[in-house]
């Protein structure tokens, strides 16, 4: 059974149309991250919500946002789709608490997002 | 900066072989290490994860070890089957960064039946 589920597997926008990518975990993990894979690339971490503090990081472009209503959603939000931002997408969790290290991630199946 | 590199790119080896991936990381200050899978066109999977105190973790035919001294890793891969095909790549964990991870770029293995 999925426990991190990303939809939709495939998402087709235009240069310059807003669009939203949701994952959503079964995991009661209190961390969410976003991260952008382009082809041959390591995946590399645009944000992460630790419970509802929002982190970004600090070369992630203003065009990329995130919400997180609840534990169990988190939603990426590119608001002017650039061709560079063609990629694949994966949500992850992981469950952290102060001090602790050993916490593993996992993954969704990622949304390739095409940009025309 | 942490930087994770990779080598081989890629490796292509007859089914029953044993093999070995590397990886390589810049900065010393890490929690722990972590090995993934991922599918063409899918996910990642984690495999392993070591913590920066322990050498070695075990799982099945998998065996990762660590020397945070040196700044190196080695996935082991004991009697690679065909279904080992994927894409394989490790990630840092910094002492100073909270959750995020650094990732390498992966070793594409292909395992020829």
Same mark, same amino acid.
């Given at each position: 059974?999925?426990?991190?589920?990303?939809?939709?597997?495939?998402?087709?926008?235009?240069?310059?149309?807003?669009?939203?990518?949701?994952?959503?975990?079964?995991?009661?993990?209190?961390?969410?991250?976003?991260?952008?894979?382009?082809?041959?690339?390591?995946?590399?971490?645009?944000?992460?919500?630790?419970?509802?503090?929002?982190?970004?990081?600090?070369?992630?472009?203003?065009?990329?946002?995130?919400?997180?209503?609840?534990?169990?959603?988190?939603?990426?939000?590119?608001?002017?789709?650039?061709?560079?931002?063609?990629?694949?997408?994966?949500?992850?969790?992981?469950?952290?608490?102060?001090?602790?290290?050993?916490?593993?991630?996992?993954?969704?199946?990622?949304?390739?997002?095409?940009?025309? | 900066?942490?930087?994770?590199?990779?080598?081989?790119?890629?490796?292509?080896?007859?089914?029953?072989?044993?093999?070995?991936?590397?990886?390589?990381?810049?900065?010393?200050?890490?929690?722990?290490?972590?090995?993934?899978?991922?599918?063409?066109?899918?996910?990642?999977?984690?495999? &392993?994860? /070591?913590?920066? @105190? $322990?050498?070695?973790?075990?799982?099945?035919? %998998?065996? !990762?070890?660590?020397?945070?001294? #040196? +700044?190196?890793?080695? &996935?082991? /891969?004991?009697? @690679? $089957?065909?279904?080992?095909?994927?894409?394989? %790549?490790? !990630?840092?964990?910094?002492?100073? #960064? +909270?959750?995020?991870?650094?990732?390498?770029?992966?070793? $594409?293995?292909?395992?020829?039946?």
């Amino acid at each position: 059974d999925a426990m991190v589920i990303q939809n939709p597997r495939y998402q087709v926008t235009q240069f310059g149309k807003p669009v939203t990518l949701s994952c959503s975990q079964t995991l009661n993990h209190n961390v969410m991250y976003w991260y952008q894979q382009k082809s041959s690339q390591a995946p590399k971490l645009l944000f992460h919500y630790y419970d509802k503090d929002f982190n970004n990081e600090a070369d992630t472009p203003d065009n990329f946002q995130s919400r997180r209503p609840n534990t169990s959603f988190c939603f990426l939000d590119i608001r002017s789709p650039g061709l560079g931002d063609a990629a694949m997408y994966l949500c992850a969790t992981s469950k952290t608490g102060r001090g602790r290290t050993n916490e593993k991630l996992f993954f969704g199946s990622g949304t390739q997002l095409s940009v025309l | 900066k942490q930087e994770v590199t990779q080598i081989p790119a890629a490796l292509s080896v007859p089914e029953g072989e044993n093999l070995v991936l590397n990886c390589s990381f810049t900065d010393s200050a890490i929690y722990n290490l972590q090995w993934f899978r991922q599918d063409p066109g899918k996910g990642l999977t984690s495999l &392993l994860l /070591i913590q920066s @105190s $322990q050498r070695e973790q075990t799982s099945g035919r %998998l065996n !990762a070890s660590l020397d945070k001294s #040196s +700044g190196r890793s080695t &996935l082991y /891969i004991a009697a @690679s $089957q065909p279904g080992d095909s994927a894409t394989y %790549l490790c !990630a840092v964990r910094r002492e100073t #960064s +909270g959750s995020r991870l650094t990732f390498g770029e992966g070793t $594409q293995l292909t395992v020829n039946p």
